[in-house]
Each structure stands twice: as structure tokens, then as C-alpha cells.
């Protein structure tokens, strides 16, 4: 084997697998750390005990009833439709490929519900 092939090798085997950050908006009295492992469960109820393993799932961040979550990228999808097909009142409002574009967008969609809030509070005291 020649060098480059051996470098090529190396360069395969050291792949970072990417990842994706899920913001989710409940409504539970539930902490961060349940809500996941309730995601987790239902997840392995769908798609078995190997594709749960295979996500990684794991909480970033937990503030009252908002949750950044990260998960693999090829799983995607399935913690998806597991989050749109639990039990528990759960919305994904943004996902992301990194916690730095995650929080900007974040900053900027919250603050702008905020004002709408606002305002249709407003309208209804009239």
C-alpha cells in the first residue's frame, strides 16, 4: 500500500460524524433530562434498541420549556417523526448544524414572538 493510500485510509477512519441541534418547545413539568429519555424511549419503541444507540441523542441545554437537543445527522429523521408521534406536547422550532447559527436564530425568532404576544394582548384588552 502506497502512502497516500494509507493517508486515505487514516483519513476515513478519522471522520467526524456531523451532528444536528434541535430547539424543542414543551409543555410538560417535566426537566430537561426526563423529556430526552422519554424521547429516547419512544424512539427505541419505533425504531429499536440500535437506531436509539446509533442517534446519540443527548441534551445540550434546558431553560423552563424550551430544549436544545443534538443527534446525529442520518438519524434525523426518526428522532423527528418520535417527536411528532409522542404523547407529551413537544415542537421543534429550529434545527441547526451548529450551536453558534442555533443560538443566533434563536435570539432573533424569540424576540420577535415576544412582540407578537405582546401585541395580541394588546388587540384583545380593547
Do not use: P, W
Not at 8 to 26: A, P
Not at 27 to 35: S, V
Not at 51 to 57: D, G, I, L, R, V
Amino acid at each position: 500500500m502506497s502512502r497516500d493510500a494509507g493517508e486515505r485510509c487514516l483519513q476515513i477512519l478519522n471522520k467526524r460524524e456531523k451532528r444536528r441541534y434541535l430547539t424543542l418547545l414543551h409543555e410538560t413539568q417535566y426537566d430537561g433530562f426526563t423529556i430526552v429519555n422519554l424521547i429516547k424511549k419512544r424512539n427505541s419503541e419505533l425504531f429499536g434498541n440500535i437506531a436509539t444507540a446509533k442517534s446519540h441523542m443527548k441534551l445540550i441545554h434546558s431553560d423552563k420549556n424550551i430544549l436544545v437537543v443534538s443527534c446525529l445527522l442520518e438519524c434525523i429523521e426518526n428522532i423527528l417523526s418520535t417527536i411528532a408521534s409522542s404523547n407529551h406536547h413537544m415542537v421543534v422550532l429550529d434545527i441547526s448544524g451548529t450551536l453558534k447559527k442555533q443560538r443566533r436564530r434563536f435570539n432573533h425568532s424569540y424576540k420577535y414572538l415576544q412582540n407578537v404576544i405582546q401585541e395580541e394582548c394588546i388587540d384583545c384588552s380593547m
